[in-house]
């Protein structure tokens, strides 16, 4: 056993320098930064006149969509009670709680107590900035001074007729922090080595910049011929040879704080697949998140054949997302275990997005006497 | 989020004086005072010849039936490896532990240690002052020097045969006060709206003595029909139109700590409804009750329409408990989660019982240095 | 309720000198000794080319069997991003970590990163020393360099022809010395009162030596017949009736630490039963165990009649064994809640072998600061 955990030992990476004295933040325990938009839920799951609970780092949240069908957003609470408000009666566009009917509006002042008089009526709750965008309800947990000066995320190509998008998402119980480090690894092709063979990843290069690092990848087969599935996904043989010398795919995956992306490009600069996620924090503690994912597959030139693979597509990706789920999962409970991060990781971006994920988080809040 | 716990804030509340500086007590940390008699069981739960275990606030205690019908209750574990006495064998008037034999009387002497002399035999185990009544079975977990001079709770009408009564009770998961509150605001008619139809409760007083507080109340419906099952339990309108002006029935909650009574009066001062109802914390932390509840309602004067229509009491009760089960146990939830009382309470004699069940708990340990 | 934890009290036994003033350890947080052979898994649970996770007091082990069959014990979790190698893939002789493919030998030495050159390989893991035998995996889980000088403990008689034997065992929710109390206080035969009828032990007498303590058992039947499946198992009456005065059975129990042996010998001193049993702790907290027993019965003179009985004596052990995991979680619970071991036992052989456990296992820890 390690009798000191290490964090980020990079003693055998000779291109980065060699770390401070200090001992760095443990990641697992940095908070994510709510002055960022964050999706709390697809649109389809706010039904108009229905309420909807959620939660963003361990703060209840609720989603009201109204008779008019506006969406707003109200800590999910009742002042008198503390009782969720989610279980109450949308009236009109205002909701109500199930419990003594106190009522509130979508800024969250408490405009009836039936059995009060109006010029007596308490303080109400606290009202959240809402919008929402392509099938997603995005919340501003922080500072809502802040929402309307920090844009919204661009959501890749979800937009653009010329991809077909799968929406998917799951509840995945770790940091959110293991999620960004599995998906920029690539390397972990090894874990997926039964739905696609022996895949071996080639990083290219890596770039960071304020508030973002990425990297690109080639893949060379080791084993085995490419499954359909994968085909389908990542563009097939057709498009040039991963294996081969020329016309290979490139692949890029950028953290770009707190979303994160992964697209391919063919050698001609096509871009065939276009992924955007993020990792939305659930409980107080983060060792929960549900992930939002944007899965845009460029159409292929014959009209229709996506459709009719579509089923295989969300077959394979599903199986992928199963695994990297248990193994982020199996991460989070090592940590859980060991108490603090014994990892000793010697890729160089992945050191890299550590560190952006800690200078782009909550700042450590300073020691109590 | 609020800052600080709100604990009984009456700013609204112009007929009582404004809170002093201190902070009030946590009410949902209060322990209940243990010199009371509580039931602890049904008459039926503990058969002749067999012990029952059950808890009162952490504390472990069996209930033995012995050869000739008489109860005792001690400690539930044994003096020698600590397990439960319940699990043991009821012998003549004693109980023999499951493990290795030791016997106990209806006193916690250890009467035989089966491979000991009888002048070795070790200490026994605590026992509880122990009435059997009406079908429940009493225990006086306090300081037992005070049980002969502390009178068994009146019961209400169980014991008129001009009344039926219905025995029910479930566990809840919450603190015993958030019951008293629960049935003492009858503001949470807006809960049962599904079940009752939109009533509006009107408080007509409230009063307060030494070791209770009781409130009055009318209803007038604002909405829908009464319906069937609603007026078996509480009248029904040819007693006189609750929705009327003239003839009103008059409901009055009272807690006599540490039990509560709800009580139905039509005008001409008739008890058509009589319900006699305590919670009895099961764990230390008091997290969790034990309801016993005993409804007894005025047989009409048709012989046997009562009986008849029993069923759909038993269903429409059940129907009201299982919605006001669930609101508790949320109140409960939200302050587990937010670690103190945040409630903005209103309402004048809810603020009154609250302090009425804090005067009555166990007073607040001095503070440790 | 009581006080104060009743440490062994020994008060009524007139043979064992007063405890001294000073508390004694609470023998339920004495932390088991792990320079001993300890089996951590059946040879049929470690397939070859097969991983299987196990757990040594919290300790996660990873027993490897490797394509010859030989098999190795090592740290369960790799070196890079601490996820569980029994994940992983045997690969020859050698264990590749399922996530980025990190590749160890028998000696917990990485010698594989894929992505990584070979003069650049990071730190491995620790390795445990494994031995197998009779059908068990054992690890010496302590300080590797005692392993070779520390004797692998004596099995009884499962290597003997004359006796056939019986494998089991089970996870049971406790502290290990649960589990030698349980088996070495015989008066608990009242708790199997349903299964082999009223029993009473007597003890003949007990003696300790230099980490083991044994006492000897003869029994009287109080009531009842023998029933057919403890005749199987501890010799049956036509070998010396246990009820009369001449010719008993001896049982002779025994903690060698940290193993026990039951044997059982008829009065021309056949030894007709003979078990080897150990209670490995799962969790860090000593709280869960998991039992490898080994029962070997004494061939009787007619061929086959033993394996035709085989299944009744299956069936006996089992309902046995059943009522003691019971009765010794019962005990952890009563621990558990009580905080302490309030214990008041008054049996002498029993608070020498606490006595025994508490000496044999690892030293207390000198209080900090």
Known sequence: MHAVPL??????????PAPAEVPLRDLRRVTIHPDHWYPLAWSREVKRGKAHGVRFAGEPIV???TASGAVFALEDRCAHRQVPLHAGVVDGESIRCCYHGWTYDCTGRCIDVPYLGRERLPNGVRSYPCREVEG???????????ADETPLPSLGSVANKAYKTRRFGREVK?????????LMDMNHQFLHR??????RARSLGRRRGDGWVEVDYTFAREQGKQPVGEALVFGGGNKGSKGGQGGKDVMTVRTLYPYQTLQIRTSDGTLVMDLWIVYVPLDAEQRTNRTFGLLSIKKPGIPGILDLAWPLLVWFTERIFKEDR?????EQAAHDEQGADWNQEVFPVINELRDLLRECGVPEAPAAN
């Open 7 to 16: 964090l980020d030992s990079s003693a055998n990476d000779s291109d980065t």
């Open 63 to 65: 989603l009201v969509r």
């Open 136 to 146: 997603l309800i995005f919340v501003f947990p922080g500072s809502a001074v802040l």
């Open 174 to 182: 770790c940091h959110y922090s293991f999620m960004h480090e599995n």
């Open 194 to 199: 039964r739905q696609m063979g022996q895949m």
């Open 326 to 330: 248990w193994i982020v999962e199996s």
